[in-house]
C-alpha cells in the first residue's frame, strides 16, 4: 500500500472513517498521499450518547459535524455525505447510489478506493451495502482516463471480531440494523495487510473524540489486549489491482 497516493475511503456512517480507518487515513497524510471520504448516511439512527435529548434530523446534524472535524484532524483533504436513510441503505436504488459514487471517484482522481469487506465488518446492513455499492463503481470506473487502480476492503481476523464481540457485550446494537448471523463470510487472512498505526495513534485518538455522540471512551479504555490488536492494528485486504 502506497502511502504517497490518492485514497478514497467509502463507508456509511459518520465515525466509519476514524473507527475503522482513521489510523490509515493519518498514515497516508503524514506521507503526502491525498485523501477523502465518503459517508452515504448521516446516522441519524444511531444512538446518542450525549445527556442532552436529541431529534433524528439534531443527531444527523451533530454527526456531520463530527465528521468534518475529525476528517480535518486525520487530514482529510475531501468529506462528503450523501443522506441516505440510516438503517434503509440496502433499500436504496442500487443504480443511483453507484452513480453519485462514480460523480466523486471521477472528481477526486482516486489512485485507491477503500470500503467495508463483504460481511460488513459487523454485519450492518448499511455496511454489506456501501460494499457492494463501492464494487460496482470501482469496476464501472475503469471508463475513466484516471480509473482507479486498487480496491482494498477494511477487514478484521476472526480472533480479532471475537474478542470485540465479547467486548462490547453490553453495547446496544439498534434493532433491525444487523444480520443475524453477524454477515459472516470467509476470508483468506493470510492475504490481510496489517498496518500498525501506533505511529499516529494520538491522531486517531483525538479525531474519535471528535465523534463524542458515539462514546469513543468506549474505544480509547479497551482492555490492553483487544486495544492492541484492534485499535492500534488495522487490517486491509487487497480486493482489486489493475
Given at each position: 500500500?502506497?502511502?504517497?497516493?490518492s485514497?478514497?475511503?467509502?463507508?456509511?456512517?459518520?465515525?466509519?472513517?476514524?473507527?475503522?480507518?482513521?489510523?490509515?487515513?493519518?498514515?497516508?497524510?503524514?506521507?503526502?498521499?491525498?485523501?477523502?471520504?465518503?459517508?452515504?448516511?448521516?446516522?441519524?439512527?444511531?444512538?446518542?450518547?450525549?445527556?442532552?435529548?436529541?431529534?433524528?434530523?439534531?443527531?444527523?446534524?451533530?454527526?456531520?459535524?463530527?465528521?468534518?472535524?475529525?476528517a480535518?484532524?486525520?487530514?482529510?483533504?475531501?468529506?462528503?455525505?450523501?443522506?441516505?436513510?440510516?438503517?434503509?441503505?440496502?433499500?436504496?436504488?442500487?443504480?443511483?447510489?453507484?452513480?453519485?459514487?462514480?460523480?466523486?471517484?471521477?472528481?477526486?482522481?482516486?489512485?485507491?478506493?477503500?470500503?467495508?469487506?463483504?460481511?460488513?465488518?459487523?454485519?450492518?446492513?448499511?455496511?454489506?451495502?456501501?460494499?457492494?455499492?463501492?464494487?460496482?463503481?470501482?469496476?464501472?470506473?475503469?471508463?475513466?482516463?484516471?480509473?482507479?487502480?486498487?480496491?482494498?476492503?477494511?477487514?478484521?481476523?476472526?480472533?480479532?471480531?471475537?474478542?470485540?464481540?465479547?467486548?462490547?457485550?453490553?453495547?446496544?446494537?439498534?434493532?433491525?440494523?444487523?444480520?443475524?448471523?453477524?454477515g459472516h463470510?470467509?476470508?483468506?487472512?493470510?492475504?490481510?495487510?496489517?498496518?500498525?498505526?501506533?505511529?499516529?495513534?494520538?491522531?486517531?485518538?483525538?479525531?474519535?473524540?471528535?465523534?463524542?455522540?458515539?462514546?469513543?471512551?468506549?474505544?480509547?479504555?479497551?482492555?490492553?489486549?483487544?486495544?492492541?490488536?484492534?485499535?492500534?492494528?488495522?487490517?486491509?485486504?487487497?480486493?482489486?489491482?489493475?
Amino acid at each position: 500500500m502506497d502511502f504517497t497516493k490518492s485514497l478514497l475511503a467509502i463507508f456509511a456512517h459518520p465515525d466509519d472513517e476514524t473507527f475503522g480507518c482513521g489510523g490509515l487515513l493519518a498514515l497516508f497524510s503524514r506521507a503526502g498521499g491525498v485523501t477523502a471520504a465518503i459517508s452515504a448516511t448521516r446516522g441519524e439512527k444511531g444512538k446518542s450518547h450525549l445527556e442532552t435529548p436529541m431529534t433524528p434530523e439534531e443527531l444527523a446534524q451533530l454527526r456531520a459535524e463530527e465528521l468534518k472535524n475529525a476528517a480535518k484532524i486525520l487530514g482529510v483533504s475531501r468529506v462528503e455525505t450523501f443522506a441516505y436513510p440510516d438503517g434503509g441503505l440496502d433499500e436504496q436504488s442500487e443504480d443511483e447510489v453507484v452513480e453519485k459514487l462514480l460523480t466523486v471517484i471521477k472528481e477526486f482522481s482516486s489512485y485507491a478506493i477503500l470500503t467495508f469487506g463483504p460481511d460488513g465488518g459487523s454485519g450492518h446492513r448499511d455496511h454489506i451495502a456501501i460494499h457492494k455499492f463501492t464494487c460496482r463503481a470501482f469496476l464501472e470506473a475503469q471508463k475513466f482516463d484516471s480509473s482507479p487502480k486498487e480496491l482494498y476492503f477494511r477487514v478484521i481476523p476472526e480472533a480479532v471480531k471475537e474478542m470485540r464481540r465479547n467486548a462490547a457485550s453490553s453495547r446496544p446494537r439498534t434493532p433491525g440494523h444487523y444480520h443475524d448471523d453477524g454477515g459472516h463470510v470467509s476470508y483468506s487472512e493470510s492475504e490481510f495487510i496489517g498496518i500498525d498505526v501506533r505511529p499516529v495513534l494520538e491522531i486517531k485518538n483525538r479525531a474519535a473524540i471528535m465523534h463524542r455522540s458515539q462514546n469513543p471512551e468506549w474505544f480509547l479504555q479497551l482492555p490492553e489486549q483487544i486495544r492492541k490488536e484492534f485499535w492500534e492494528k488495522e487490517y486491509y485486504n487487497l480486493a482489486e489491482k489493475l
